[in-house]
């Protein structure tokens, strides 16, 4: 069984920093695409940013470019999001994802097969 646990998650102000973290277990996380997505109070879920299985290849939406980052340790079978300069735009749940035997999964949520239970990220003004 696949499984996908983030953390990380808080309560910061505008302009601060985050780092979270998504453990992945139940299956061989080198071969797994990954991906950060997230959901604000009635809005739809949104991509945030992805990265291949080896880690060379990443993209990151408009809204978080420059200011995010994602990275994965293989070794650690773990995916990160470096979140710098917060907005209180920002304030979601983040969701991490998976896909599996495909090198890279982009920004399609249906894209993905596998997801996290979410963390959520307030950002106060």
């Known amino acids: 069984q696949v499984q996908l646990v983030e953390s990380g998650g808080g309560l910061v102000q505008a302009g601060d920093s985050l780092r979270l973290s998504c453990a992945v277990s139940?299956?061989?996380?080198?071969?797994?695409?990954m991906g950060w997505f997230r959901q604000a109070p009635g809005k739809e879920r949104e991509f945030v940013a992805a990265?291949?299985?080896?880690?060379?290849?990443?993209s990151h939406a408009d809204p978080v470019k420059g200011r995010f980052a994602i990275s994965r340790d293989n070794a650690k079978n773990t995916v990160y999001l470096e979140m710098n300069r917060l907005k209180p735009e920002d304030t979601a749940i983040y969701y991490c994802?998976?896909?599996?035997?495909?090198?890279?999964?982009?920004?399609?949520?249906?894209?993905?097969?596998?997801w996290g239970q979410g963390t959520q990220v307030t950002v106060s003004s």
């Open positions: 139940g299956r061989t996380f080198s071969s797994t695409a």
């Open positions: 994802a998976g896909k599996g035997d495909r090198p890279y999964a982009g920004s399609r949520s249906e894209s993905y097969d596998y």
């Open positions: 990265i291949n299985w080896g880690g060379a290849l990443t």
